[in-house]
């Protein structure tokens, strides 16, 4: 059974920087990939980024380009994303998942982690 378990949420200041962690375990990770998911108050999950087992696939959200960078190393169980230039609307619970492809839908990802929290004041 994969297990995932999120690490490196805090509370940051505006334009701030954080790396998020995401630990695999159980599962041959050397064919799945992984992605980013986050969740804030009262709205549904949304997709942040993705990452193919070999590490030369990456696919991001418009919304945190070029200020985020999703990383694993080829085949590897544990996976980050460090954000930099942090803000308010990036707020919510990260989740990592693992699936067999790199996309931004949520429901072809099989395995979830509890997730990491996330708070950026302005």
């Known amino acids: 059974q994969v297990q995932l378990v999120e690490s490196g949420g805090g509370s940051v200041q505006d334009g701030d920087s954080l790396r998020l962690s995401c630990a695999g375990s159980g599962g041959d990770f050397r064919s799945l990939c992984m992605a980013w998911f986050r969740q804030a108050p009262g709205k549904e999950r949304e997709f942040v980024a993705a990452?193919?087992?070999?590490?030369?696939?990456?696919l991001y959200d418009d919304s945190v380009r070029g200020r985020f960078t999703i990383s694993r190393e080829r085949g590897a169980s544990t996976m980050y994303l460090n954000m930099n230039n942090l803000k308010p609307e990036d707020a919510g619970v990260y989740y990592c998942a693992v699936g067999p492809h790199a996309h931004d839908e949520a429901w072809s990802y099989e395995y979830w982690g509890q997730g990491t929290q996330v708070s950026v004041s302005s």
């Open positions: 990452i193919s087992f070999n590490p030369i696939y990456k």
